[in-house]
């Protein structure tokens, strides 16, 4: 318990560095898979197309020192690129809080976030859930979970679960309710997460997206008919339960169930 209060400090400003620079790489995986761009190539502005410098790239920094300007064409500069990095940053500091201990827990959760904040923000722009980003997931958080001792069979059971609650939606309302990328996110929450945590995912999902959504009714940002992006609560809701998961299975076992 001492050496971890003694390393606490690096490993959360090593998780806060590490989040800016995936969260850069975040903000390039979206822009360039939106604008079918090889992700191998020079960063520009999308303006001017002025290739960047190493001192026009620095997370966060940059963007407050350029006056979110580009400094060729003056031409502003998406307050999303900050916002994603500080975000995946924020993140990342906190499962290393939560997982400090558990340093294979901590760098396979790193992993996941980085992928659902992946999904977020691309579901958040475009409505859309990629196969590129959810089936090459579902196969490494596979490896993942079983990296992280859960039984092959429970992942298959939480796989199965989680893609079978959409797929049952999607077919009762023939495609109206939910879209098919998100049966094979679904699918990703399960291989991520595994029996029984998959249900608590899947609760909090409807939960943060009936709060989001009646936030948005009330201050008139969204209507009853309009569509939202499904795909960002499942995200957050996966991500909580990384956190959370646990003491809310806890507490129904112990509290609802009364199970001692």
Known sequence: MLLLLDIAPFVLVFAGLLGLGIGSFINVVVLRTRSEEKLTGRSHCPNCMYQLGWY???????????????????????SQYPL???????????????????????????????LLIIIFVYDLKYYL??????????????????????????????????????????????????????????????????????LIALFLSYVVGALISLSLIVVKQKTMHDMLPFGTFLALATFLTFIFGDDLLSWYVHEILKIR
Do not use: N
């Open 129 to 198: 859930i990629l196969d590129k980003f959810t089936l090459p997931g579902i196969v490494l958080a596979f490896i993942g979970g079983l990296l992280l001792g859960i039984p092959w069979y429970l992942l298959l059971l939480s796989i199965a679960i989680g893609g079978g609650v959409f797929l049952i939606q999607f077919i009762v309302s023939r495609g109206k309710w939910i879209g098919g990328g998100d049966i094979r996110l679904g699918a990703l929450m399960g291989a991520m997460l595994g029996w029984p945590h998959i």
């Open 56 to 78: 026009d790239l620095l997370p966060v920094a940059s963007y407050l020192l350029l006056r979110a300007k580009c400094r060729k064409c003056a031409e502003p500069i998406s």
């Open 84 to 114: 994603i990095e500080a975000i995946t940053a924020a993140s990342f500091i906190i499962i290393a809080m939560w997982f400090m201990d558990q340093p294979l827990h901590m760098a396979i959760y790193f992993f996941y976030t980085a």
